[in-house]
């Protein structure tokens, strides 16, 4: 049986002033008017034969794919500080409605590395395969233009939002109207506070 892990993680500091550290983008609802890229993320696996997720962990734009037991054996081996953290971290966990927590105090001593660093860059146990899965991590304002719906004129917008003489251009608006005239190529973003 399948435990699925959705991978939620980082500030999206590319899509900055949209995506904060308080509130991600991956509780954005950026390709969905309904549902957060989380949620979204969630709903694909509806049908699936797969056992509830027991953790939601931290995310990498790459993808890999292991059993747990042969991931755990390398990061043993290549970071055993980091395997040590967080089997120390997962000592003390506490259950919040849905959630899992993990002891903060004993987490926050695990160092700060990505998955590449740690382990795949250093591995001789892995392999790369070929994959055009039609997916993005939609991790700055140009990859939200590409994977959004656009006019002719290759204008994406949301919400209320006028354009004139406007052409390949990504604007949103949260609480206000938002006009552009005779742009090409930007990011227009106004925030619920009216920043643009």
């Known amino acids: 049986m399948i435990y699925p892990v959705m991978l939620a993680g980082g500030t999206g500091s590319r899509l900055w002033p949209l995506s904060r550290q308080l509130n991600p983008k991956q509780f954005l609802k950026l390709t969905d008017p309904k549902w957060s890229m989380l949620q979204s993320t969630v709903a694909r696996l509806n ?3 797969m056992q ?11 993808m890999f794919m292991s059993r747990a037991g042969s991931y ?10 980091i395997l040590a953290a967080c089997e120390a971290a997962i000592e003390n966990v506490s259950q919040d409605f849905d959630f899992t927590r993990v002891d903060e105090v004993r987490f926050a001593e695990c160092a700060n590395e990505s998955v590449d ?28 233009w590409e994977v959004s719906p656009k006019d002719s004129h290759g204008n994406s917008t949301s919400s209320d939002v006028m354009t004139r003489n406007t052409n390949n251009t990504l604007v949103r608006a949260e609480s206000r109207l938002l006009a552009t005239l005779g742009v090409d190529d930007i990011v227009r973003y106004e925030d619920t506070y009216g920043r643009t």
């Open 47 to 49: 049908g699936l034969p």
């Open 52 to 62: 509830p997720p027991l953790i939601i962990c931290m995310w990498n734009s790459s």
């Open 72 to 81: 755990l054996e390398e990061l043993g081996k290549h970071r055993p500080d």
């Open 117 to 144: 660093y740690a382990v795949m860059e250093k591995t001789d146990a892995a392999a790369v395969v070929a994959l055009d899965a039609g997916w993005s991590d939609i991790g700055s304002w140009s990859a939200l």
